[in-house]
């Protein structure tokens, strides 16, 4: 059978195994949009720049870190949680600095070691108070400058808000206790396995990241790279990246199965025989697929918005300014990145103000926050209250006295 052959068949059998169930609804999802642009010309051409900017913009630089981080994490077998256990004094710095790493990895590191006993409460207030979750990347991308004062904001309140805990209720409180500290946690990873679809996605990666380069830089890219069918180049290129992270979405869910070190070596760019990088390209393409996906919807939820409603969301929100921060902590408590994502995007936009934007990533807990609600929902929920104290009060500082 040949390669296109093998790629279609395995296509094939992955998209009927997900048919069912959530994946029934992300196909749902994509095909909706499919036809929304074949009945609106306009709106085909809103979607075609969105996907494209969300791809040129955001994804190749989301994938540029995470090869960084996954990459060095499996090649020098680096155990960060094992940090938190051996440095009980420091345990809540680390924590809020695992939080402040773009994506939600850090934040579940956190969680995962609070879950077996190893950590405080209050470093898990810590982690969720700091973490921006997948909004960060959006923030790296866009506005780096802004998303590294957030991130400092995070950092510092982070670790205000962890001791502050463990001062009130002492190290003990809410404590786990684990029968078996070895055991490992059985929370959910986004990985692409098949080495094809990774390849596929790959071709599209490696140009994206050059044009996504000229494009930060504010470069007239048509001029550099021309123009083909009337449609900029770069746009053809982010859009057929953006398209490809759409259709992984649709047909690969989360999955809690491990990977064993002799299953491992298989699923890599790198040589099997090293099996030194383990899942960590399947990873890498799988979490960036997800963060692409939620910043398309966000770009797509204000751009369409914007044409179909034809009103003015930034007069709308000045009109109801001081509600604009509290609703925006309030949108932080829902699990998860996508909705941050959304406040992000207005942000950018100028929708939303600073304070609403910086209240928002002191309130949302990212997907750190599903993990927690599944194995300790008590905890889960009064930390994520707890983390709201200071996103109310750093926002509102911030709104009465700058803005």
Not at 17 to 36: D, E, N, P, Q
Not at 158 to 183: M, W
Not at 239 to 257: F, K, R, Y
Not at 366 to 379: N, R, S, T
Request: proline share 4%.
């Amino acid at each position: 059978m040949t390669s296109i052959g093998i790629v279609a068949r395995r296509g094939f059998e992955q998209t009927a195994k997900w048919a069912a169930g959530f994946g029934l609804i992300r196909l749902s999802i994509l095909l909706s949009l499919t036809v929304l642009s074949a009945c609106s010309t306009d709106a085909a051409m809103i979607m075609v720049q969105s996907l494209s900017d969300a791809f040129l913009q955001v994804t190749v630089f989301v994938a540029a870190t995470l090869v960084i981080f996954y990459f060095l994490e499996a090649w020098y077998k680096i155990d960060v949680t094992s940090l938190l256990s051996r440095f009980q004094v420091w345990q809540v710095p680390i924590a809020a600095g695992l939080g402040v790493l773009p994506g939600c990895g850090g934040a579940i590191m956190v969680i995962t070691q609070y879950i077996r006993g190893g950590i405080s409460f209050g470093s898990v207030v810590s982690v969720l108070t700091s973490t921006m979750g997948d909004a960060a990347f959006l923030l790296l991308a866009t506005a780096p400058e802004i998303g590294l004062a957030i991130f400092g904001i995070g950092f510092l309140v982070g670790i205000t808000s962890g001791y502050t805990v463990d001062a009130i209720h002492g190290n003990g409180f809410l404590r786990q206790r684990s029968k078996n500290p070895k055991e490992t946690s059985n929370s959910y990873t986004r990985r692409i396995d098949s080495r094809w679809w990774r390849y596929l996605w790959t071709a599209f990666l490696i140009p994206g990241l050059i044009f996504g380069g000229f494009v930060a830089f504010q470069a007239d890219t048509s001029v550099i790279f021309g123009v083909f069918m009337g449609i900029e180049t770069v746009v053809w290129v982010g859009l057929g990246g953006a398209i490809v992270s759409l259709m992984l979405w649709g047909i690969t869910p989360p999955t809690s199965n491990k990977i064993s070190p002799k299953a491992s070596g298989t699923l890599g760019w790198a040589s099997a025989s090293t099996r030194r990088l383990g899942d960590a390209p399947a990873r890498v393409v799988g979490d960036t697929c997800f963060v692409t996906v939620w910043v398309v919807f966000a770009y797509l939820i204000y751009e369409l918005g914007i044409y179909f409603l034809d009103i003015d969301l930034k007069q709308i929100f000045q009109i109801w300014a001081p509600l604009v921060p509290f609703i925006a902590i309030l949108v932080g408590f829902i699990p998860g990145c996508g909705p941050q994502l959304v406040v992000a995007t207005m942000y950018l936009n100028g929708l939303v103000p600073f304070s609403a934007e910086v209240g928002n990533a002191i309130s949302n807990d990212g997907d750190a926050l599903f993990p927690a609600i599944a194995m300790v929902p008590k905890a889960a929920v009064i930390a994520t209250l707890y983390s709201a104290l200071p996103a109310l009060l750093v926002a509102y500082c911030y709104y009465w006295f700058f803005e």
